[in-house]
């Protein structure tokens, strides 16, 4: 492209969407500036996927590390954005790029919305998540989990949790809580494999036996559905703890039961029944209560977007164009869009779990990159090419300078490579040295540069 036609894109997050949407930018000849929360590149890809994924992380490191070395890629590691962060929404758009990418992830939680939620031993997944891979902020937190952990979720971030508690934390016993039966299991069956050798299998049956009348009402057969469950329980990796895990279906935790120390002693939980509904099911609440002991509560149940970041913000979403433009794939759907005003936010984009949370496994979210580039594609077709590449790095420098915040570029990027490679500490359950805060992560950047 000659250079008169490039354009100048900022892209929100590193994460697998954004890196998505940067690489067929920047290789159609554009400008790209990626402004990064995190100091790392990578987002879920380096601090969600399971850290024994050494293959899949270790070449989604290398090709995001092969974008981030093209000349006409910028990487600001350690700047955030929203109200009281690093930049506003506006200051981005007001650095005078043709186009803004959000490609933020789903930064926010759920609400668990139990009584009791905010006692000692209740956890969101995410956190969990962050934490044994040492995201900073979470890797040197304690997450204490006692004995007997309930995971609330039948997908695969409750086999991740599982999957960490069993191997690492090898706490007595694991039990997944399942709103639905085992026929509305969510989990990869290749993901099972993790934990498998620690399945309980007389306890799962007895599981089945409670549940299968309720299961036989909606024409599932228990016996035929325990053996397509437990057929999957092969392949399964060496087992290196005591821990049994097991399954508690068509339950609803109601409330967290506590001690006198606001410490989790278990769940009140509700049956529940399944009604057809269509070729599905749903879980209806039978108004039979019980207790469920255990010491920790994780809730795996997905995420929602951070509606403190200043874009248009819906019922757990970012709002996107309402109307159709026709093109495949769609712009409405990568189309941030202001309802007060009922029109599209000028040249401001979404992609990934930004558009749509905890949305698939990494090659679904870098299709969602690629979607999204070809939509700012057909974008910039329309515009006359905006702001030079110099002037919005110098003004973004500038404001970043004023407000003292610490950008972390690609050199750092490399140097702080090498100090953790060369690490001799403690590499703990991850397998990696990797430091667990931003300050620790900053001054060795800024010794190197001195
Ligand atoms: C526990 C777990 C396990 C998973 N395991 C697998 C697996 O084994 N295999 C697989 O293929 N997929 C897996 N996935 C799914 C995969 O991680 C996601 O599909 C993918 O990471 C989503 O990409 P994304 O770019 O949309 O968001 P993210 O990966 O969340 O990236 C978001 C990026 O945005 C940045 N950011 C956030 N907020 C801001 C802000 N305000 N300002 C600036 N930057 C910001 C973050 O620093 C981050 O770099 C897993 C997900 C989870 C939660």
Redesign the pocket.
């Known amino acids: 492209m000659s250079a008169a036609k490039a354009h100048v894109i900022i892209v ?8 998505a949407v940067a690489s067929s930018l920047s290789k159609a000849g554009h400008e790209v500036i990626i ?4 100091i790392k ?6 601090y ?3 850290p024994s ?1 050494l293959k ?1 992380r270790g070449g989604l490191k290398k090709q995001y590390w092969d974008l981030l070395e093209q000349p006409n890629v910028h990487y600001f590691g350690n ?4 109200n009281g ?1 690093d930049l506003t929404v506006e200051d981005v758009r007001g650095l005078g790029p043709s186009a803004v990418v959000f ?5 926010g939680t759920k609400a668990i919305g139990v009584e009791g939620d905010s006692a000692k031993g209740v956890f969101h ?2 956190d969990v ?1 962050y934490h044994f891979n040492r995201l900073p902020g979470f890797g040197d937190r304690p997450f204490e989990m006692g004995k007997h952990v309930a995971v609330i979720g039948a997908g ?2 409750m086999v ?2 599982s999957h960490w508690l069993i191997r690492y934390k090898k706490v007595d016993r694991v039990t997944a809580i399942v709103r639905r039966g085992p026929v509305e299991r969510k989990y990869n069956p290749k ?1 099972i494999r993790a934990v498998c050798a620690n399945m309980d299998l007389d306890g799962i049956k007895k599981e089945f036996d409670r549940i299968k009348d309720r299961m036989a009402a909606v024409g599932q057969n228990a016996d035929h559905v325990l053996r397509g469950l437990t057929d999957e329980f092969t392949k399964c990796e060496p087992k290196v703890s005591e821990t049994k895990m097991g399954f508690r279906f068509l339950a609803s935790p109601k409330r967290i039961l506590v001690d006198g120390n606001n410490r989790v002693r278990g769940l009140e939980m509700e049956d529940n029944k399944l009604d057809p509904k269509g070729d599905d099911t749903v879980a209806i609440g039978l108004k039979q209560y019980y207790e469920f002991p255990c010491d920790a509560v994780v809730f795996a149940v997905g ?1 929602k977007v ?1 509606e403190t ?1 200043g874009l248009p913000y819906k019922s757990g979403m970012f709002v996107t164009n309402p109307n159709k433009t026709g093109n495949d794939p769609d712009d409405s759907l990568f189309q941030a869009y202001d309802e007060a005003v009922g029109k599209v936010v000028e040249g401001v984009f979404l ?4 558009r749509k949370a ?8 870098k299709r ?2 690629d979607w999204c580039a070809e939509v700012v594609t057909r974008y910039l077709a329309t515009k006359v090419t905006g702001s030079q590449a110099k002037v919005v790095l110098d003004k973004l420098h500038a404001i970043l300078k004023n407000r003292k915040s610490r950008p972390v570029d690609v050199k750092g990027l490399r140097a702080l490579e090498a100090a953790e490679k060369s690490h001799k500490g403690m590499t703990d359950c991850i397998g990696e040295f990797k430091y667990a805060s931003n300050q620790e992560m900053i001054a060795l950047i800024e010794r190197g540069k001195a």
């Open positions: 929100a997050g590193a994460g697998p969407a954004g890196m402004l990064n929360r995190d590149f990578g987002g879920l890809a380096e969600g996927i399971f994924k899949l700047i955030s954005i929203g962060k490609s933020i992830g789903a930064q997944a995410k998540v695969d971030v991740d949790i993901e995420d951070d970041v992609a990934g779990w930004a905890s949305e698939g496994l990494v090659g679904i979210a969602d990159g």
